[in-house]
């Protein structure tokens, strides 16, 4: 029944002010059970639906927490149902079309579909957006506390942000009650603006009184509902309704009558009011009542007299009775008319019935082709069933979650699909399954299912075995998965075990296979790269798209020996046309081709294999590739001169690592990069923790990107004057970098470092060899970034100025604008040293400027000392131009500048409409403009 709204002008008042204000103020009711908040609902609703907004509305369910996007579902299907197929079309294109997967009933075969987990929260804001633009409109949820997690995630992801649109969200919590999630319950309603929903007054209740039983209340009565019901209003409402129909007077004489309706009796009274039904339907009643407390949003008539065991005419002649008693409301589904009505009969059912009616409820569903996850949610609540079509439901609704973006509730379902598999074959299959649903959340435990997996299969004999391609994938996942760990051997060693087993028989999957060890074999010291190499591009030949993926990878391996710039160049970037179908193939060639990319001096197409591995990895369901997109555009960024960007770069990177383990990895080479970034910066405290934080080198993350950790070390101990130290961390990083075949100075200059140690402890003949070394093998590699910063320590080292000012030359045109800087302070010193102060003050003013811009303060602090030194004043701060704006305003400018509105660049780059317009604005005033007519001009002066 509809609860009077006594006592509640304060929350209406809020709620008619938020939807009059017309701007994000989201509110959260929260109270106990029966205080009202659904009826605040209702009328929230029905308030904003006068004032023209439209509402979607969604209620949560205990059963359904599982059940992934489900609460997002109940809020926008029914408005999408009623659009047209064109419209739904026009409503899901462009970046909106993740959104399919979650909300509307026929996302496409799951195996296509990939893990949408980056992409599905922002798709879906995007279709709030575009609906909200048709006209204003209200979420309104409620029992937020028993919401899924991915509901959850994204209604926090909503309420989060800022941006200027007619869409609000109003949730009810129920106090008390305690959810599976309840801290991302809390994280969301932190967002919220909370309205407290308490007990009724002793005025209200007597005005409630007044009002249902037509006479005055007397005090003492009042008193006492107010006690017995503590202010609840569903209670006190159903105590008013029983007397009124019992024409009880509220005299203090019907005090002795009040005792059944208290909180702590609530259940006995439902479950009586329930039992003194027709005495020939009060059986059919409570079947009814207990079979749609199992069932939740499921019980629709035919399927709750499917589990209750009885027609469907007398499911139907009891839902009447039941909503005459006011205990149940609607039929499609059938729903309790309060979640207390909901508590207590689910609260009398006993334990070994209820599994039993979960097993029957998942077995009605599944024949009647119910939702595979609401199956799931049956199937969890009972024993297992131990029958092929119970593992097979677990399966669908496990692909169906990933195909939502949420791999968690997946794990969930295939775990229990382990425990309805009889066979080993499906046992093997599913364990796999599990493995790669844990590939984008667990990479310990995606490892630990993958290895059982992998270890089964190769024991069942050949051709026992699933297929092929199923244990080759099993084989790739797994390398992908151990790789990531740092333990690319065990990669290599199960990827060729499967090659040599299918031998000829399927030469394309062994190409593959070949592609994927070569690709561990990066991490793997003395990995003959080489032979292995000459063996893949031989195997390739007849395969387009493996050869290209053979050419990329062999040039990768060349970028690091430091040889053929120019074809590693072409073959790299030859490496953006393969095929978007082979996914992770594609993503791993982008990887090698970026870090490749980089060594080269390519860091515009660096950058934009960077930046594809960041936004193709959500689609692939692979976050690793990711957390590599990330590092390697820090990477592009700090040698480009933009250390602001570096260092969010690598800090995503290292979140994105931490995310995938539960945050117990060990320390990487994105700390190493990350320390570098800082020291450039001049923040040295940071630099020092984070390398305090990364512990002895033995507890380091083997692979060769630990380098950069090594080499990080190596600069701070240089930084505190220790140089033996210093001098230690750089030869060997330069013998731990020969065992992966890199001898590249483009990739981490340690001879220079080694060098420069060497220089300042008194062996200037070992320095001078060293540095020698580098510049050598930086000519050969002609990259200009390794080629100026050879010159500038042999230069440093010697004295020569001739060297330093080859170091600038060679740098003045290259995007290295970093190296440049360093290059311009160590010539002007250079020239001061000789006497020659106009030329001194003249470059050191351009590297004060250039390392500015760049963000390094360190070394614009030490460039503006010195330029103190020669001409008496410090150097004027640089102008805030072009050079001035970071990645992602000048990401942000260009697209504005070529037509994109806000909302555009919005939707294609993955922010809110407030960062865009914060991001132009910035861009507006460091590019010195009015707006948006001068910014085609502003960029073109680049």
């Known amino acids: 029944m509809n609860t009077p709204l006594f006592g509640r002008d304060a929350q209406l008042t809020a709620i008619a002010d938020v939807l009059a204000a017309g701007k994000p103020d989201h509110l959260v009711l929260s109270g106990i059970s029966g205080a009202g908040k659904s009826a605040l609902l209702d009328s929230a609703a029905g308030l904003a639906v006068r004032n023209g907004h439209r ?8 059963l359904e927490q599982d059940y992934a996007f489900g609460l997002v579902r109940q809020l926008f299907q029914p408005i999408i149902a009623e659009l047209s197929d064109a419209d739904r079309a026009a409503l899901f294109a462009g970046a909106v079309a993740p959104a399919v997967a979650a909300v509307w009933p026929e996302p496409g075969p799951p195996a296509e579909a990939g893990d949408a987990h980056f992409a599905v929260p922002h798709a879906l804001y995007w279709l709030a957006v575009r609906l909200a633009e048709q006209g204003p409109i209200v979420l309104v949820v409620d029992d937020v506390q028993w919401a899924d997690e991915a509901s959850l995630r994204w209604l926090a992801y909503l309420a989060g942000r800022a941006d200027p649109v007619p869409l609000l969200l109003i949730a009810a919590r129920t106090t008390g009650m305690r959810g599976g999630q309840e801290a991302l319950v809390d994280q969301l309603t932190g967002h919220l603006r909370p309205v407290a929903v308490s007990g009724l007054s002793e005025p209200d209740v007597a005005a409630f009184a007044r009002a249902a039983l037509k006479a005055e209340p007397e005090h003492g009565f009042v008193a006492a509902c107010r006690e017995v019901t503590g202010g609840n209003a569903f209670l006190l409402g159903e105590l008013l309704a029983t007397l009124a129909a019992e024409d009880v007077p509220p005299t203090e004489d019907a005090i002795t009558r009040l005792a059944e309706f ?17 005495p020939d339907a009060s059986a059919a009643c409570a079947a009814v009542a207990e079979a749609m407390a199992i069932l939740g949003e499921s019980a629709f008539v035919p399927v709750v007299a499917a589990v209750a065991g009885l027609p469907e005419e007398t499911v139907e002649r009891a839902a009447d009775l039941l909503s005459h008693m006011g205990l149940l409301r609607g039929l499609a589904p059938m729903r309790f008319a309060h979640a207390i009505v909901r508590g207590a009969v689910d609260g009398e059912i006993p334990a070994g019935r209820r599994r039993t009616a979960h097993a029957q409820a998942a077995r009605v569903l599944d024949t009647r082709r119910g939702d595979a996850e609401r199956v799931a949610a049956h199937l969890l609540a009972c024993d297992p069933i131990g029958e092929p079509w119970a593992a097979d439901a677990l399966r669908r609704a496990a692909r169906q979650a990933l195909h939502r973006g949420v791999a968690e509730p997946a794990g969930r379902y295939l775990r229990r699909a382990l425990a309805e598999s009889g066979d080993e074959t499906t046992r093997v299959v599913v364990t796999a399954e599990l493995g790669r649903a844990a590939l984008s959340v667990d990479l310990p435990s995606a490892v630990a299912h993958l290895t059982d997996a992998f270890d089964a299969v190769v024991a069942l004999p050949r051709e026992s075995w699933p297929d092929r391609l199923f244990t080759a994938t099993v084989a790739k996942d797994l390398t992908l998965a151990t790789g990531a760990s740092g333990n690319f051997s065990m990669g290599r060693d199960v990827l060729d075990q499967v090659a040599a087993a299918l031998g000829d028989s399927e030469p394309q999957l062994v190409c593959d296979l070949e592609a ?54 072409e073959d790299l970037r030859r490496a953006w046309e393969l095929p978007t179908a082979s996914a992770i193939e594609r993503l791993g060639a982008f990887a090698f081709c970026a870090a490749g990319l980089c060594r080269a001096d390519e860091f515009d197409l660096a950058a934009r294999f960077s930046e594809a591995l960041v936004a193709e990895s959500s689609v692939a369901g692979q976050p690793m590739f990711a957390e590599l997109g990330h590092a390697l555009h820090g990477v592009v960024a700090f040698h480009t001169g933009r250390l602001t960007d570096a260092l969010d770069e690598a800090r995503a990177a290292i979140e994105l690592r931490d995310s995938l383990s539960g945050g117990h990895w060990p320390a990487s ?18 630099a020092e923790r984070l390398l305090s934080a990364a512990g002895e080198p033995e507890t380091w993350q083997p692979s060769y990107f630990v380098n950069w950790l090594l080499h990080g070390r190596g600069q701070m101990r240089s ?16 013998r731990s970098l ?31 060899e060293l540095a020698t070394e580098e510049l050598e093998l930086a000519r050969r590699w002609g990259a200009p970034r390794a080629l100026g910063q050879a010159l500038r320590a042999l230069g440093r080292i010697t004295r020569d100025t001739d060297l330093l000012a080859e170091s600038v030359a060679v740098l003045t045109d290259s995007p290295a604008k970093l190296a440049r800087a360093y290059s311009l302070f160590h010539l002007g010193l250079a020239h001061h040293r000789e006497s020659r102060r106009a030329d001194a003050r003249t470059v050191l003013t351009r590297a004060h400027r250039l390392a500015h811009e760049c963000g390094a303060h360190r070394l614009a602090e030490k460039a503006a000392e010195a330029v103190t030194r020669i001409a008496g004043r410090r150097p004027n701060a640089p102008r805030i131009g072009l050079a001035a704006l ?10 504005a500048a070529a037509g994109a509105g806000n909302r555009q660049i919005a939707e294609e780059l993955f922010l809110t409409l407030r960062t865009v317009e914060q991001h132009l604005t910035s861009a507006y005033r460091k590019l010195g403009i009015d707006g948006r007519r001068g910014l085609a001009g502003a960029l073109r002066s680049r």
């Open 55 to 62: 509402v979607l509305w969604a209620g949560a369910h205990p």
């Open 262 to 278: 208290s909180p702590h009796g609530v259940s006995r009274w439902v479950l009586t009011r329930i039992r003194r039904a027709d």
């Open 516 to 569: 994927y060890a070569i690709g561990a074999g990066v991490g793997i010291p003395g990995f003959p790269h080489e032979e292995r190499l000459a063996r893949l591009r031989e195997r390739a030949a007849a395969f387009p798209d493996s050869a290209r993926l053979a050419a990329a990878l062999t040039a990768h391996h060349r970028s690091g020996t430091g040889t053929g710039r120019e074809r590693v160049v």
């Open 669 to 686: 080479g994105w700390e190493g990069h990350l320390i570098r970034v800082h020291l450039a910066r001049g923040e040295f405290e940071e």
């Open 719 to 734: 930084l505190r004057g220790d140089l033996e130290g210093a001098l230690a961390d750089h030869l060997e990083c330069g």
């Open 738 to 768: 020969a065992g992966y075949d890199i001898h590249n100075p483009a990739e981490i200059p340690w001879r220079s470092r080694a060098a420069l140690a060497n220089h300042r402890l008194g062996r200037t003949g070992t320095a001078v």
């Open 886 to 895: 970071t990645a992602q305003e000048r990401r942000i400018a260009e697209r």
